[in-house]
């Protein structure tokens, strides 16, 4: 498999360096809305969850899956339902999401997962599109109009979120919680159990492990991680709406992850910001955005496969390696 | 002595990483059935299918004809002559006898017709609509040598054509061996059935880590059983 | 009037009707995908664009080079097929040593690409088709009446897909594919141009989605988006009757326009999910595909 996870090899750089870089990104993290649009950066930080959650499945399961938006788009309706109709705070409104993101992941991960390779990702597409002509037709959706005003409340009862800036940093939060546990799961035993169904599920099976449960509780996690972003981002923009379960939608947070390189941790964050960004540029511009995506799609398959952070990985390693003495690198 | 049509020196060949062929050099002439001997693992498949280009991965030298091998694609081998009869012998399960037959082009020629093939393989005649692997081994086997026939090739590679087949199917497959070597054939065959390489073979070769270690004409192999036992491990 | 079930018989039968045209098209696109998935073990998603590209082509022939219907009937699915193979050469070949992650996603790609192209190009409406003069009017079966287009559209889709399942299981040329779809590394030793006849193979799937866009255009507005919703039940048409045979693909894509066109008659807000919930039924009891052989 040419996109798999780094095997393990001692790390670039020391542990110094990283917490050092690490406090960097924090630090740039905390201070971004000085520069830049608070809304703009809840929909990057929004879209790093959603890719770093399909990238679970993907990058680190071998699971392609064309369907995502299905998660993502249904939980940002199960919160503005819950937020703007039944009254929910905004805690209970987002586990709400995060529930229905966990509860579709789960229906379609059961039908989904006995089919393997190409077949499961025509698969999910297809449920995805289910979902999709449901949300058109089903009445409480608001069809193409969406449920808008969503209202903006209080966390825990504390908080005003209808400040973007102060719920930008809500959201900073839970994105950043939702980050560690991603790493969390795949640095642990069932992370690289994982990566072994990866690289070669019939070993697997035969040391006795069910394999199919493995993948199933994986897929349940990246579709409940997606539906908090999906949660997060209705908030955000108070609005859920159809765009938000179009395939258009899988396939460009697909794209995420695969530009910023399939696998890694960092590479999803690092696509997230880039596709949100081209999105944004085009918005004016009249061109389409899915020729673009498209475009950048084909061009990122040809030549670029390990994305952003695989490449910058593989420059670093053999630059560093003429640098340094082999035992540290 | 009819001059050499294989001239095969220092031929190495790798399956990926894995290095299996070691610098081979033998050769064989026009009209010969050569064999390569040896344990399993000693490297005689490979050689074949380094030959055939089926391994992609080789150095060294291998001429056919005064034709490079090894420079040739894989799609031009055919026409270069040679006809491969794998080990496994590659009947495809989705086409009929008369579909396997005819599925190679003539790319030279000299290729023989159905009826000329009939008359070496009887088997085969009348089972032109049966789904190639529904045959049994032995006919199976028929089938693969008679495919390269029709191609036009007149140097074979014959990969253990006896492979588990039973006693009566051997003797078939070695009158059809002898057949084909007085209507002029060249044929480099691997085999592990000591009887039948006997039976068919001028010369054989002996190959131990792919490497060929030594050599035998066939009225010598008698004397040297003891020395061929010991390098076949038996 | 008679009845059935409490409809009217040409309301069934008009319904019916529908559903063997979308079932005609799903046969048509699924057994491209099929022939396609066969040899080049690539799940063609921009299968749904190249259908899309054939009705622009045929719309763009007779806009701007006065070309009708039965010019666009022979040229269309040669163009198709030429940017088909110009894609296949340049791009797609150089992925089949990969994953097939990467075919996919190039092919998703390039259905995403091509649908914001025409859509730049041409804007999200619709263009109008017209049927052309030898095929209007109706044949009036007393029970309902027959639009004589939609009656063409069903038989020619029925003849080529014989046509093509002929080629494929009796023909010698059909004889090498299959074998090559089997082996292709003992099909090139016989001296046999396989990478050539991968190059053809996809050529002609997407030669028969052009096909199929001529024929949709004068039934359905010719639109960038038209092949995107159309490729995805497709794909669930492809699940359900699993790639193991030509005939079971086309079989297949016809029983599920006809279900759908029923669903439609019985439980009309749910019928555009009829093709999703067989599938997930097939999945849930037969998994491997009502034709399928194997995973």
């Not at chain 1, 940093?169 to 069932?190: A, E």
């Not at chain 2, 008359?119 to 199976?140: A, M, V």
């Not at chain 3, 960038?224 to 693909?249: Q, R």
């Amino acid at each position: 498999m040419t996109y798999r996870y780094q095997d393990y090899r001692p790390p670039l750089i020391g542990t110094g360096p990283r917490y050092l870089l690490l406090a960097l990104v924090v630090g740039l993290a905390i201070a971004a809305p000085l520069a830049v649009y608070p809304l703009f950066l809840i929909k990057v930080l929004c879209f790093m969850l959603f890719a770093a959650a399909l990238n679970l499945v993907l990058g680190f399961a071998g699971l392609l899956s064309l369907g995502h938006a299905a998660f993502f788009g249904a939980a940002g309706y199960a919160f503005a339902q819950s937020a703007k109709i039944w009254g929910w705070p905004f805690e209970l409104a987002v586990l709400f999401g995060v529930a229905v993101g966990a509860g579709l992941g789960l229906i379609f991960g059961l039908v989904a997962i006995r089919r393997q390779g190409i077949y499961f990702t025509m698969i999910t597409l297809a449920l995805a599109q289910m979902v999709y002509f449901l949300a058109v037709q089903a009445p409480f959706t608001g069809g193409e109009d969406g449920i808008q005003n969503v209202p903006r409340g209080m966390l825990l009862g504390l908080v005003d979120l209808r400040d973007t800036g102060v719920l930008y940093y809500v959201v900073l939060v839970i994105v950043s919680l939702g980050l560690l546990f991603i790493r969390r799961v795949v640095h642990s035993p069932f992370g690289h159990i994982l990566g072994a169904i990866r690289e070669n599920e019939t070993r697997v099976t035969s040391l006795g492990l069910n394999v199919a449960r493995y993948k199933l509780l994986a897929f349940v996690l990246s579709a409940a991680l997606s539906g908090l972003a999906g949660a997060l981002k209705a908030q955000a923009f108070q609005l859920a709406s159809l765009g938000d379960v179009s395939w258009h939608i899988s396939g460009e947070v697909v794209l995420m992850v695969l530009i910023g390189g399939i696998g890694t941790l960092w590479g999803p964050l690092i696509g997230a910001v880039f596709v949100v960004m081209i999105g944004h540029f085009l918005a004016g511009s009249g061109l389409p955005v899915s020729l673009v995506v498209g475009v950048v799609f084909m061009a990122c398959v040809m030549l670029f496969r390990r994305g952003f952070y695989g490449e910058m990985l593989l420059f670093l390693r053999s630059a560093l390696r003429r640098v340094a003495p082999p035992s540290q690198v | 002595m009819a001059e050499i049509r294989l001239k095969v020196e220092a031929l190495e060949g790798w399956y990926g990483e894995s290095h299996v062929l070691h610098g081979a050099t033998f050769n064989v002439r026009r009209g010969e059935v050569v064999t390569l001997l040896g344990r399993n693992g000693a490297g005689k498949t490979s050689t074949m299918r380094a030959l055939a280009g089926v391994m992609r991965k080789r150095r060294g030298s291998a001429t056919l004809d005064g034709r490079d091998l090894l420079a040739t694609p894989p799609h031009r081998v055919a026409h270069a002559g040679l006809g491969h009869v794998p080990e496994e012998r590659g009947i495809f399960s989705t086409l009929t006898v008369r579909e396997n037959l005819l599925l190679p082009p003539v790319v030279r020629p000299g290729g023989w017709s159905v009826e000329a093939i009939h008359g070496l393989f009887p088997n085969l005649k009348g089972r032109d609509s049966t789904i190639g692997t529904r045959l049994s081994g032995g006919e199976q086997q028929m089938l693969a040598m008679a495919r390269i026939l029709r191609t036009g090739c007149d140097f074979i590679l014959l990969d253990e054509p006896t492979e588990g087949l039973a006693p009566v199917i051997v003797e078939q497959i070695g009158k059809a061996l002898v057949q084909l070597k007085e209507k002029g054939f060249t044929v480099l065959l691997v085999e592990q059935n000591l009887g039948f390489a006997q039976s068919a073979a001028d010369r054989h070769y002996v190959m131990e880590q792919g490497r060929i270690v030594d050599e035998f004409t066939n009225e010598s192999l008698p004397a040297n059983m003891g020395k061929l036992n010991r390098y076949l491990g038996i | 009037m008679t009845e059935i079930f409490g409809v009217p018989l040409a309301v069934l039968s008009g319904q019916v009707m529908i559903g063997l045209i979308n079932g005609s098209f799903y046969a048509l696109l699924s057994l491209g995908l099929a022939i396609i998935f066969g040899l080049l073990n690539v799940i063609n998603f921009a299968h749904g664009a190249f259908y899309m590209l054939g009705a622009f082509v045929s719309w763009g022939l007779l806009t701007y080079g006065g070309l009708g219907y039965w010019a666009s009937l022979a040229l269309t699915p040669l163009i198709v097929g030429a940017l088909g193979a110009l894609f296949e050469r340049s791009m797609l070949r150089r992925l089949y040593g990969l994953d097939h992650l990467y075919s996919l996603l190039l092919t998703f790609g390039l259905a995403l690409a091509l649908e914001g192209l025409m859509r730049w190009i041409y804007g999200a409406g619709g263009k109008s088709y017209p049927v052309p003069a030898s095929l209007q009017g109706v044949y009036n079966l007393g029970f309902m009446v027959l639009p004589i287009y939609r009656a063409w559209v069903i038989a020619a889709s029925l003849v080529v897909c014989v046509a093509a399942w002929a080629v494929i299981e009796k023909t010698p040329l059909g004889a090498r594919l299959r074998a090559a779809t089997e082996n292709p590394r003992l099909v090139t030793a016989f001296g046999i141009n396989v990478p050539l006849m991968l190059t053809l193979t996809y050529a002609a799937g997407v030669a028969l989605a052009g096909l199929a866009g001529v024929m949709a255009a004068p039934i359905y507005q010719v639109s960038p988006n038209m092949g995107s919703s159309l490729i995805i039940i497709v794909f669930a048409v492809v699940v359900i009757g699993g790639m193991g045979s030509i005939m079971g693909s086309i079989v297949t894509g016809l029983a599920l326009g006809v279900l759908e066109g029923l669903t439609k008659v019985f439980f009309p807000t749910a019928s555009a999910l009829t093709v999703f919930i067989v599938m997930i039924l097939v999945l849930l009891l037969r998994p491997a595909g009502l034709f399928g052989k194997g995973k």
